[in-house]
C-alpha cells in the first residue's frame, strides 16, 4: 500500500462496523473492515447474503454511516457528518448503477442522465451538452427523447451509466449492475464498464457472478461482515491514467 | 432547477395519474369557482339594495301613515270607521318648524281599478304635487309632470307609469285621451319612463312597484276621493279615514338627516297619541345594508372556504398516495444527491402544479359567473314562464357583480391551501431512509 507509484487514495474504509439492532440482537453485518480504493481501481465485492456486502455498498455509498470507524471520501471523513452533507457528497462524489437500473420513469433518457445535475451545489457547468455526450458515448444518442419503458434492459442500464457519470464522479458504485441482464447483455455492459475504467474511473461492484467478477481488477471476498480475501485478476491503472474530465 | 423546471416536472409527475389529478384539480376548482360566484352574487344582491335605498334619496327622511293596533287608533269604531296616520296639520308643522327641511312633499296613495272601455288596471291612484316627480326622480317619457296649474284648479289631469299606459292604451296614444277612475274621468297629460322598483325596508315600507301608478293632484285626489276609503278585508268591509300617507322631508346636507329625523319624530310624537306613522331613513338604511353586505360576504367566504379545504383534503389525499407509490423515485433521487428539503420542494411544487392549476380553472369559470347567470335567467323566462313570473323582481333583475378581491383571494387560498396539505405528504416522502426507499418495490 506504500508504493510510491500507486495513484492516490479515493475512498479508504477504516476499521468500520456496523451493527445493527434486530429484535433485540446486535448484529455485526460489517467487523472491521478495511479497504482502500485507488484512482482507477476496478473492484468486485463477492460474498453470500448476509456476508455484509450490501452494507459495504450502502456505507461506500454515503447512503449510512459505520458504527465505528471511518470512511474517507474525497478527504473527508463521513462517519460525523449529517444527512445534507451526506446528500451532497453524494451528488458530487459518487455515481450509483442499480441493478434494476432505477430510472425515473416520467423522464426521458436525456432526462435521466440530467438528473444528479439538478442536484449540483454550485451547479456544474455545461450540464445539458454534458448529457447529450454522455448519451452518445453509451450508444443511445438516436433515443433521448424515449421513455425507460419504451427502452430494452440493456438499453436503460445505458442510461443508468450515462447518469452514473453526469457529475463526473471519484468513484462509480455498482449493485448487481448485470443482474437482471441476459448474458450477452451483460458482457455488453462490463465491456462498457471496462472501457470506462480503462478511461480512468474507479468502479466499485457488488456482484454474485463469478464471470461478472472476473471482469475486475480486484475481487474482494466477504464473509461474516469480515474481508475473507483479496485477489488480484490484473495489476491496477497506472498512475499516468487519470480520468478524462467528459 | 429553477421554478420553471420545478413546474414542469411537477406536471409531467402528474400525469402519470391523469384522472386521480384531474380530480384533484376538480375539488380546487369548484371550490374557487364557489368562491367567486357566492361573493359576485352577495355583491350583486347588495348592489341593487343599496342602488334601490339610495333611489330613496340619501338626504330624505320619509314619514309613513302606518295603521295601528287594532282598537288604539285615534277615532277607534267611530261614525267614519277608523282614523290614522299623517294629517294635513303634520305637513304643516314640518314644514314649518324644521328648518332644516329645504322641502317637504306630502302624498296620498289607494289602490284603485283605473279603466279605459273594457281596459283596467289594479292601480296605485297616487295624489302627489309636482315636487314628488323631481323627488322620486320619476323621468318623464312623453308628455309634461303634474304642475302647480294642475294642483291650483283641481285638475282632472293624471301621468300615467309606463307600464300603465301600456295596459290601458295597447295601441292608441294615450296623450290627450281620458282614464276613468270610478266615476270621473281624468284627461292624460304625461307618460313616466320606465323605472326599477325600489327597496323593500323592513315593515315599514313595502317594495315599490313605479310601474303600476297613476298619478293626479293631491288637490284633485282630495277633492273627487277624499279621505275615507272603504276597504274590504277578510270579507269585511272598513272605513277608514287618512289623510296623507306619505311626507317625504329632504334636508341639503347628509349630516343634518339624523338631527331632523329625531327632530320630526318628537314633533309627530306630540301630536299624535298612538304611534301611527313611521320614520324611515334611507341613509340608515344604507349603513345598515353595508353592515349586512359585510356579514354576508363573511358568510359566503365561509362557505365557499370550506368547499376549498374539501379540495384541500383531496390534494392532499392524492399527494399521500402519490408519495408512496413513488418510494422508489424518491430513493433513487436521494441517491443522486437530492437532500431532504429538495425532496421537499419538488412535492411541494407538484401540489402547487395542482392547486394551481385548478385555481386558474376556477378563476375562468369564475368569470362566466355573468354570463351563465344571464343564460340562466333566459332559459327560465322563455322554458319556465309561470315561474320566472313567480320569482321576485329582486331575482328577475339580479346581476352577479365580480368582486376583484374574491377572484385574488380565492386563488391566493387555493395555493395557500395547496401548500399547506401539501407540506405533510412532502415531509413524508423527505422522510424516507433513502436505503428502504431504493429497496421499495
Known amino acids: ?246 | 432547477m429553477n421554478i420553471l423546471q420545478q413546474l414542469r416536472l411537477g406536471f409531467r409527475s402528474l400525469m402519470l395519474h391523469k384522472l386521480r389529478s384531474a380530480l384533484a384539480v376538480l375539488g380546487i376548482l369548484i371550490g374557487v369557482t364557489a368562491v367567486i360566484w357566492l361573493v359576485a352574487m352577495g355583491e350583486g344582491v347588495s348592489w341593487q339594495a343599496q342602488q334601490q335605498i339610495k333611489d330613496l334619496g340619501a338626504t330624505s327622511i320619509i314619514v309613513r301613515s302606518i295603521k295601528p293596533a287594532e282598537g288604539s287608533s285615534r277615532d277607534a269604531g267611530g261614525r267614519f270607521g277608523i282614523a290614522y296616520g299623517l294629517l294635513r296639520e303634520d305637513y304643516d308643522r314640518i314644514v314649518a318648524n324644521v328648518p332644516t327641511v329645504s322641502r317637504a312633499v306630502p302624498m296620498r296613495e289607494i289602490s284603485r281599478e283605473v279603466r279605459h272601455g273594457e281596459r283596467f288596471i289594479d292601480a296605485q291612484l297616487i295624489g302627489c304635487t309636482p315636487d314628488y316627480f323631481t323627488m322620486n326622480r320619476l323621468a318623464i317619457a312623453r308628455g309634461r309632470p303634474l304642475s302647480d296649474y294642475d294642483m291650483q284648479g283641481y285638475a282632472n289631469v293624471a301621468v300615467l307609469a309606463h307600464k300603465a299606459a301600456q295596459i290601458l292604451y295597447p295601441i292608441e296614444d294615450p296623450l290627450g285621451r281620458t282614464v276613468q277612475v270610478g266615476q270621473e274621468f281624468y284627461r292624460v297629460v304625461g307618460i313616466a319612463a320606465e323605472r326599477n322598483a325600489a327597496a323593500a325596508i323592513g315593515g315599514s315600507l313595502d317594495a315599490r312597484q313605479y310601474d303600476r301608478d297613476v298619478y293626479v293632484p293631491l288637490s284633485t285626489f282630495r277633492a273627487r276621493i277624499g279621505d275615507r276609503v272603504f276597504t274590504m278585508r277578510a270579507g269585511s268591509t272598513q272605513l277608514e279615514t287618512v289623510e296623507l300617507s306619505q311626507i317625504t322631508a329632504v334636508v341639503d346636507e347628509m349630516d343634518q338627516v339624523d338631527s331632523s329625523a329625531a327632530v320630526i319624530k318628537g314633533l309627530l310624537d306630540r301630536y299624535h297619541k298612538t304611534v301611527d306613522y313611521a320614520v324611515v331613513v334611507p341613509k340608515e338604511l344604507l349603513e345598515q345594508a353595508e353592515t349586512m353586505r359585510a356579514m354576508f360576504n363573511v358568510l359566503l367566504v365561509l362557505i365557499a372556504g370550506i368547499s376549498l379545504l374539501v379540495g384541500g383534503i383531496g390534494i392532499m389525499n392524492i399527494m399521500l398516495a402519490t408519495v408512496t407509490e413513488r418510494t422508489r423515485e424518491i430513493g433513487i433521487r436521494r441517491a443522486l444527491g437530492a437532500t431532504r428539503s429538495e425532496i421537499v420542494q419538488q412535492f411541494l411544487w407538484e401540489t402547487v402544479v395542482l392547486s394551481g392549476t385548478g385555481g386558474l380553472l376556477g378563476v375562468a369559470f369564475g368569470f362566466l359567473c355573468g354570463p351563465t347567470v344571464a343564460a340562466l335567467r333566459r332559459g327560465i323566462e322563455t322554458l319556465l314562464p309561470e315561474v320566472w313570473a313567480a320569482l321576485p323582481p329582486n331575482m328577475k333583475n339580479l346581476e352577479p357583480r365580480l368582486a376583484p378581491w374574491s377572484v385574488i383571494a380565492a386563488f391566493g387560498i387555493s395555493v395557500g391551501v395547496g401548500i399547506i396539505f401539501g407540506i405533510y405528504p412532502a415531509r413524508r416522502a423527505a422522510a424516507m431512509d433513502p436505503i428502504e426507499a431504493l429497496r421499495h418495490e
Open chain 1, 1 to 246: 500500500m506504500s508504493d510510491p507509484s500507486a495513484p492516490p487514495i479515493v475512498a479508504r474504509v477504516e476499521n468500520a462496523t456496523k451493527v445493527y439492532r434486530l429484535g433485540g440482537h446486535d448484529v455485526r453485518a460489517l467487523d472491521g473492515v478495511s479497504i482502500d480504493f485507488h484512482q482507477g481501481d476496478f473492484v468486485a465485492i463477492m460474498g453470500s447474503s448476509g456476508s455484509g456486502k450490501s452494507t459495504l455498498l450502502n456505507l461506500l455509498g454515503c447512503l449510512d454511516r459505520p458504527t465505528t470507524g471511518r470512511y474517507i471520501l474525497a478527504g473527508q471523513d463521513v462517519a460525523s457528518m449529517d444527512d445534507e452533507t451526506l446528500s451532497r457528497l453524494r451528488g458530487r462524489y459518487l455515481g450509483f448503477i442499480f441493478q434494476s437500473y432505477n430510472l425515473i420513469q416520467q423522464l426521458s433518457v436525456v432526462e435521466n442522465i440530467e438528473v444528479p445535475l439538478s442536484y449540483q451545489r454550485p451547479p456544474l457547468p455545461g450540464g445539458r451538452e454534458r448529457c447529450l455526450k454522455l448519451a452518445a458515448l453509451v450508444g443511445l444518442a438516436g433515443r433521448l427523447d424515449h421513455r425507460p419503458t419504451e427502452l430494452s434492459g440493456g438499453q436503460q442500464q445505458r442510461v443508468a451509466i450515462a447518469r452514473a457519470l453526469v457529475n463526473n464522479p471519484h468513484v462509480i458504485l455498482a449493485d448487481e449492475p448485470t443482474g437482471n441482464l441476459d448474458t450477452a447483455t451483460s458482457h455488453e455492459i462490463m465491456d462498457l464498464l471496462d472501457a470506462l475504467n480503462h478511461a480512468g474511473r474507479t468502479i466499485v461492484m457488488v456482484t454474485h457472478e463469478d464471470d461478472i467478477a472476473a471482469r475486475a481488477r480486484r475481487v474482494i471476498r466477504l464473509r461474516d461482515g469480515r474481508i475473507d480475501t483479496v485477489a488480484e485478476n490484473r495489476p491496477r491503472l497506472a498512475h499516468t491514467r487519470v480520468p478524462a474530465a467528459t
